[in-house]
């Protein structure tokens, strides 16, 4: 069964702590997203990895850090710079040479 | 950076009726307009998408068109059903620098049986 795994669906963590969001793929893709969805806005896109030890920065990589030690792994850490962690984070991939992009189910973090 | 805007951000339609969602891009170089569905707790669908090269694509009772002169796309859903109550998002992409994907705000479409 081939897709795209996000684990934990629902997490909460207390404020200062650094919280790692899990985002697993088996669809071969080469590049894998991650994204930070807010109520009554867009997806907004945190960062992004073409390949295997290498990512970049998108909009609001402010508060985050990311590695991408196997071609099917990114995980997200939130850390206690962040100022603003409560939110939907979404993980996507797509295929080298294609234009699509596909989501997970989504982790819910909350923090209080 | 490229901005996109969605308009409406809720809409509500019988069913059987046409749906219509519209978005606009400022990139003029933006060449990739896909469309996500997204129920309620999940992650965004592709359900259609088109390049810069088309002006219009359809697939059953979805439908996209692009006016790149006026920097506008739509989707068109005919003969709506319940099931297609939803939040549905555009975004633009300059495919080749990164594939960055930028979204719209949303819209929430309720089909009202």
């Known amino acids: 069964d081939g897709g795209i795994t996000q684990s934990p669906k629902y997490l909460f963590r207390k404020e200062g702590q650094n919280v790692t969001l899990s985002c697993e793929q088996n669809l071969n893709h080469d590049a894998m997203y991650w994204y930070r969805q807010d109520p009554g806005q867009g997806l907004r896109l945190i960062y992004y990895?073409?390949?295997?030890?290498?990512?970049q920065k998108g909009d609001i990589a402010e508060g985050y850090s990311v590695s991408r030690e196997k071609k099917e792994s990114f995980p997200l850490t939130v850390t206690s710079a962040q100022k603003n962690p409560t939110a939907f984070y979404l993980c996507?991939?797509?295929?080298?040479?294609?234009?699509?992009?596909?989501f997970g189910p989504g982790t819910r973090l909350t923090v209080t | 950076g490229e901005n996109v805007e969605q308009h409406p951000s809720t809409l509500s339609v019988q069913e059987g009726d046409s749906a219509v969602i519209k978005c606009t891009y400022s990139d003029s170089a933006s060449n990739y307009f896909p469309w996500y569905k997204q129920e309620l707790g999940k992650g965004p669908q592709l359900i259609i998408d088109i390049r810069s090269n088309v002006g219009e694509k359809k697939d059953q009772r979805i439908a996209v068109t692009l006016n790149k002169t006026a920097k506008h796309f739509s989707l068109h859903i005919t003969e709506t059903q319940p099931e297609d109550s939803a939040v549905y998002f555009c975004?633009?992409?300059?495919?080749?620098?990164?594939?960055?994907?930028?979204f719209g705000t949303g819209t929430s479409l309720t089909v009202i049986p």
């Open positions: 990895s073409q390949i295997v030890n290498d990512f």
């Open positions: 975004a633009a992409s300059k495919v080749g620098t990164g594939n960055q994907f930028y």
């Open positions: 996507a991939s797509s295929a080298q040479g294609r234009y699509e992009q596909y």
